[in-house]
């Protein structure tokens, strides 16, 4: 390391508060930021990103660093969302939660049960997952059947229903991270693998629980993209859910290396993501600037967040 | 360590060097018993695209199994590699060489960059090529003018996949050209047991005296450098460039490189492991392409396959299984 002790100390506050004055200084200075729609807008966009992002932080938090795999899992969730719901409206939610909690869990025995490498698992992961819903759906959309699934983009107070689950989901996750003995397994584990080891703690029920969770946390996320959409297809991987989730859980100053991280301040950096995103599409500047963007914000805060650890250790 | 058990890691060792010719093997194995079972056959033409599908995707993963071997991973690749081509056609309009060199001199920068800051800082590979990623795939998003780049100079693609020898290319001849020199770089020079040391335990080859920080800084220029070079002959070759090249060209990389015999926990591989790799993982894709499948199943096929590998690597499954042995033989 031939960083200054300075620079380590300071680089993450003051990241925040270059990243804080660019955000305000271009707000104020965009048309139409500032306005009871935008920030509707705002809220309503964090949705997605929200619950993949949730499913995200306690991956990282446990040590298997990120999934690759998570925004497929939640385009194949609506995929199967919308071809189950002739079953009706619960058992469609229900069923397809079940299946994304089982293809995670499967992922969490090989990463946290084998310390298999998680970017190779999920990636390949999601390349089997895209094959298969190919092989299912024979590469057609898939349309809902029926109009009782449209209960989910209903507004309540302005807002969409996904906010509201949104919001309940964090308060779910953060107090099952916070107060029960699996939260406290899946900090010790990320926090050091060989130590959870030593004291008998069970890796792979840890592994297969975070990754389930996540897998579900998806599934609802590709619930409301699907309804969202009225239709279903691998087309709606093509933006940067999966990205936006990890830059979010990277700004709400999670470790990489897993022991530290919070939903609550993942959706800090969830609030980030969406605000950055609205800035740029209200000046109009394209998709490339959009991304590289969001490249260089990952960038700054996964370098910001290690350094401090750094001093800290 | 007992003797036992260093002779038992020993033939560890030998049987994992092996195992990428034995792939190679079973693969070019079920390629040509094809027309015993397919009513198909595997012609000359199919074992010259075998060798083109090899020369396109293999500086990838020579780049990418590199920085494996020195203990890292990169995301960053796929974008480097859809950059290079990129920058080749959009500079390379009138003076394809010079759109090579600018490739090249683009993706060593961004190699080296992310290299050195991870040198500097100590910070893991994982989330800083994954950022890096983003962002040169938002600047190729830039480059491309968000649209596909077509190249019009049609001669060189000519030139570059024009059959030499019946089998081979030129575009094929330099990759190979390039794995025989990092081959043999690896295998005269101080870098190979280096970078293997680097890979190994870093702090215990710093401690021998190896300059691990630089190290790892040339190996991802030289790997950027790879991509590069491999995205630009590819664009040139397709006359085209794509600003998003999606992640199959990434799996059949990663996949290549572990079954060319590189661990990904680093420490281990060859450049000529990771060529088989590719040319078996190739072999493999022109036998799909023979039993006409779709692409989609091709791509499972590739996906399950480099799930199935980085399950065998996983090192907590070979330390269960060998509990489970112990524990049967002494039962026994």
Request: overall charge positive; some cysteine; hydrophobic content about 60%.
């Amino acid at each position: 390391m031939i960083v200054p002790a300075s620079l380590r100390r300071h680089a993450l506050p003051v990241l925040i508060g270059l990243l804080t004055v660019l955000l305000v200084a271009a707000a104020f200075t965009t048309p139409g930021f500032f306005t009871l729609g935008n920030a509707q807008a705002i809220l309503t966009s964090t949705i997605f990103v929200g619950m993949v992002a949730v499913g995200m932080t306690l991956i990282m938090v446990s040590g298997s660093f990120v999934s690759l795999a998570l925004a497929t899992t939640a385009t194949v969730s609506a995929m199967i969302f919308m071809a189950l719901l002739p079953w009706g409206l619960l058992p469609a939610l229900l069923a397809t939660l079940l299946v994304a909690a089982a293809v995670g869990a499967v992922q969490g025995l090989v990463i946290g049960g084998w310390n298999a490498n998680p970017i190779i698992v999920t990636i390949a992961a999601a390349a089997v997952m895209e094959g298969l819903a190919i092989a299912l759906s024979k590469g057609v959309t898939i349309n809902p059947t029926g109009l009782d699934y449209r209960i989910l983009n209903e507004r309540f107070f302005g807002l969409p229903l996904g906010v509201y689950v949104l919001a309940l989901l964090v308060m779910a996750v953060e107090a099952a991270m916070r107060l029960t003995a699996f939260g406290r397994m899946v900090h010790l584990v990320g926090d050091n693998r060989n130590a959870a080891r030593a004291a008998a703690l069970p890796l792979g029920t840890v592994g297969i629980g975070v990754f389930a969770i996540a897998g579900a946390c998806s599934a609802l996320a590709g619930i409301f993209m699907g309804s969202f959409n009225h239709s279903a297809s691998l087309l709606l991987n093509r933006g940067t859910l999966g990205y936006d989730a990890i830059a979010a859980v990277l700004i709400g100053g999670a470790a990489i290396g897993g022991g530290r991280g919070t939903v609550l301040r993942t959706m800090l950096g969830v609030i980030v993501i969406a605000v950055v995103t609205d800035l740029v599409l209200l000046r109009g500047y394209t998709t490339g600037t959009q991304v590289l963007l969001k490249g260089l914000v990952m960038v700054a805060f996964a370098l910001a967040v290690h350094l401090r650890q750094e001093t800290r250790a | 360590m007992t003797a036992r058990s260093r002779s038992a890691t020993e033939r560890q060792r030998r049987l994992r060097a092996l195992i990428p010719f034995l792939v190679l093997i079973l693969v070019a194995a079920i390629a040509f018993s094809l027309p015993l079972w397919s009513g198909r056959a595997m012609t000359g033409f199919a074992v010259f695209n075998t060798f083109q599908n090899a020369a396109t995707l293999g500086l990838l993963a020579l780049g990418v199994g590199l920085t494996v071997i020195v203990g890292e991973f990169d995301l960053s690749s796929i974008a480097i590699f859809a950059l290079g081509g990129l920058l080749a056609v959009r500079f390379g309009e009138t003076q394809p060489l010079l759109g090579v060199a600018v490739a090249i001199g683009a993706g060593g920068l961004l190699g080296a960059l992310q290299g050195g800051i991870m040198a500097a800082t100590g910070i893991s590979s994982v989330p800083l090529t994954l950022g890096g990623f983003i962002a040169i795939a938002g600047l190729n998003h830039i480059v491309a003018n968000e649209g596909i780049l077509a190249y019009a100079d049609y001669e060189v693609g000519l030139w570059l996949d024009s059959p030499v020898a019946g089998f081979f290319s030129p575009r094929s001849l330099i990759v190979v050209a390039v794995f025989a020199l990092v081959w043999a770089a690896m295998r005269y020079t101080r870098l190979g047991p280096e970078i293997r040391a680097t890979g190994a335990d870093r702090r215990a080859a710093r401690a021998s005296g190896v300059a691990t920080n630089g190290l790892v800084t040339l190996v991802f220029l030289f790997a950027g450098m790879c991509y590069a070079l491999g995205g630009a002959l590819f664009a040139y070759s397709t006359t085209a460039a794509k600003y998003d090249l999606g992640l199959d060209p990434f799996i059949f990389a990663v996949t290549a490189v572990l079954i060319g015999g590189v661990s990904v926990e680093g420490g281990r591989g060859t450049a000529l492991g990771i060529l088989i790799g590719v040319v078996a993982l190739s072999l493999l894709d022109t036998v799909f392409l023979q039993l006409a499948l779709p692409t989609y199943l091709v791509d499972l096929a590739r996906a399950a396959l480099l799930l199935l590998v980085v399950m065998i690597e996983a090192p907590d499954l070979a330390r269960k299984v060998s509990a489970w042995r112990a524990r049967r033989a002494s039962r026994g």
